[in-house]
């Protein structure tokens, strides 16, 4: 079970109901955004539940986390790109316009005719994004953020032993 400080409420209530919006609507660029963003922050929240952590160090270890997390977990360092575009639009493995970095893969498109033309069944539209890999559905980059997050609250609530004793 997660530790109830801050960071596993925070993990519980805000990026694990984030992705689990934007996999009803994978499709939806606005939710992927949001979702990579919340799993991002669940690395800060970490490190500000942490009491031991003086205030006016809180900001440099907490970058220095997301900077470690980032190195463990490609997911969680693609997460962390989709998050630093999105909000000030650019990141480090994406060119300078978001829309460059999002491409629409159909994964079982279900076309139709309609009166006004044709059309298609938008929760067959799945957002992929380029990996140093290769292609992979955003909602799987999420959700493997999500595991690795999930398993770094389970250890630091077990207060088992850091790699490194600032994080």
């Known amino acids: 079970m997660l530790s109830e400080n801050r960071a596993g409420r925070f993990f519980r209530d805000m990026a694990v109901p984030s992705v689990e919006e934007f996999r009803s609507m994978q499709y939806d660029r606005r939710l992927a955004c949001l979702a990579a ?93 380029d990996t140093p890999t290769g292609p992979q559905f955003v909602i799987d980059i999420l959700d493997e953020a999500l595991v690795m997050l999930k398993a770094e609250l389970a250890l630091r609530t077990c207060k088992m032993p850091r790699h490194d004793p600032e994080i």
């Open 37 to 129: 963003i919340m799993v991002v922050h669940v690395a800060d929240h970490i490190v500000s539940a942490d009491a031991e952590i003086p205030p006016n160090r809180i900001m440099n270890v907490q970058q220095k986390l997301s900077c470690q997390f980032s190195k463990s977990c490609t997911a969680f360092s693609i997460c962390r790109d989709i998050s630093n575009s999105s909000k000030h639009g650019r990141g480090k493995k994406v060119r300078n316009h978001l829309q460059d970095y999002w491409d629409v893969k159909q994964d079982r498109p279900g076309f139709f005719e309609a009166a006004m033309g044709q059309g298609s069944f938008a929760n067959q539209i799945k957002l992929i994004v």
